[in-house]
Nanobody, 124 residues
């Protein structure tokens, strides 16, 4: 098993930026793809971004393309989500997760370990 701890959430104004971090421990982090998901109040969890085991492949939800960037530092067992040009509709709890495969995937069912989440609130 792998343990994941997210940090970096907070309150920001429209157009602002935040960088989320997800520190992993336990199972060998560098062998697996990672992903970020989010869940807004009253809505289902949705995919945000994913990155392959070596960072060579990424994918994003259409709603965040061009604004968010996922990256990873395998030496630090950490994955990041840089969020720029934030909008009120980005308000949600953001979760990082570890996939059961090395390739990037948008399929939530391929993720088997999840963090506790970090709140991001974007004010208008």
């Amino acid at each position: 098993q792998v343990q994941l701890v997210e940090s970096g959430g907070g309150l920001v104004q429209t157009g602002g930026s935040l960088r989320l971090s997800c520190a992993a421990s336990g199972r060998t982090f560098r062998d697996y793809a990672m992903g970020w998901f989010r869940q807004a109040p009253g809505k289902e969890r949705e995919f945000v971004a994913t990155i392959s085991w070596n960072g060579g492949s990424t994918d994003y939800a259409d709603s965040v393309k061009g604004r968010f960037t996922i990256s990873r530092d395998n030496a630090k067992n950490t994955v990041y989500l840089q969020m720029n040009s934030l909008k009120p509709e980005d308000t949600a709890v953001y979760y990082c997760a570890v996939a059961d495969r090395y390739g990037a995937t948008i399929d939530a069912d391929r993720y088997n370990s999840w963090g506790q989440g970090t709140q991001v609130t974007v004010s208008s």
